[in-house]
């Protein structure tokens, strides 16, 4: 079964760079999930979006921004990136079936902040 | 949203039983309890979600007391494989966001 994709799966950048990472959900998924873990830390909820629209917001900084495309593929975009950006991004989809909702992660980005 | 607490780490061998309990004494009504299962460096892999009672799939149990103010993640006959780390979570039936809280570190040994 197709699972989620992101891209890149490895990112290197330095300090003040910018950095964008891509999310194509589950085919028929409407809701896209951005996710940060730092090492050694559990995963913290960023932004989610529900058919274009940001649904949820969390700890997300305000040097990042994310948008869901028309083929609800998602990117988010980050700048001015500093040393503590530095961690895995998953990014997750799901779909209201049946009235239960299972959010399916993609394998993550590693983001690297020299 | 509902705080959970779990042990931070268990372990086993291989072919035993192991149960994770996840407190959760703040559990609103509209709560559901899911579980996901996490490999170094992957995606957190659902697991398992219920409202009350007991639950079965092809990979666990999941026993929700009477009070839901706890519930037990059981996972028969452990494989090398199992060996991860477990979140419990609480939260609204359809919510937007998940909350991990500090999982539980299972470790397998042969």
């Known amino acids: 079964a197709a699972g989620v994709i992101q891209s890149p799966r490895h990112l290197i950048k330095e300090k003040r760079e910018t950095a964008t990472l891509k999310c194509y959900p589950i085919p028929r998924h409407d809701t896209v999930y951005w996710y940060q873990q730092g090492p050694g830390q559990d995963p913290q909820f960023l932004i989610s979006?529900?058919?274009?629209?940001?649904?949820d917001k969390g700890s997300i900084p305000d040097r990042f921004s994310a948008q869901q495309f028309s083929d609800y593929h998602s990117e988010l975009n980050m700048s001015s990136l500093e040393l503590g950006d530095s961690a895995l991004y998953f990014c997750?989809?799901?779909?209201?079936?049946?009235?239960?909702?299972?959010?399916?992660f993609g394998p993550g980005t590693r983001l690297l902040v020299l | 949203l509902a705080k959970t607490t779990q042990p931070i780490s268990m372990d086993s061998y291989e072919g035993q039983e192991v149960n994770i309990t996840c407190s959760h004494n703040n559990i609103a009504t509209n709560d559901y309890i899911t579980w996901y299962q996490q490999f170094p460096s992957q995606g957190p892999r659902f697991i398992i979600q219920?409202?009350?009672t007991k639950v079965t799939n092809e990979v666990a149990s999941l026993f929700i007391p009477a009070d839901r103010k706890s519930s037990t993640l059981s996972l028969p006959r452990v494989s090398l494989s199992d060996t991860a780390v477990y979140y419990c979570?609480?939260?609204?039936?359809?919510?937007?966001?998940?909350?991990f809280g500090t999982g539980t570190r299972l470790q397998v040994f042969p």
């Open positions: 997750a989809s799901s779909t209201t079936s049946g009235g239960q909702e299972t959010q399916y």
């Open positions: 979006f529900y058919e274009k629209m940001q649904s």
């Open positions: 979570l609480v939260g609204v039936y359809n919510t937007d966001k998940l909350i």
């Open positions: 219920g409202y009350k």
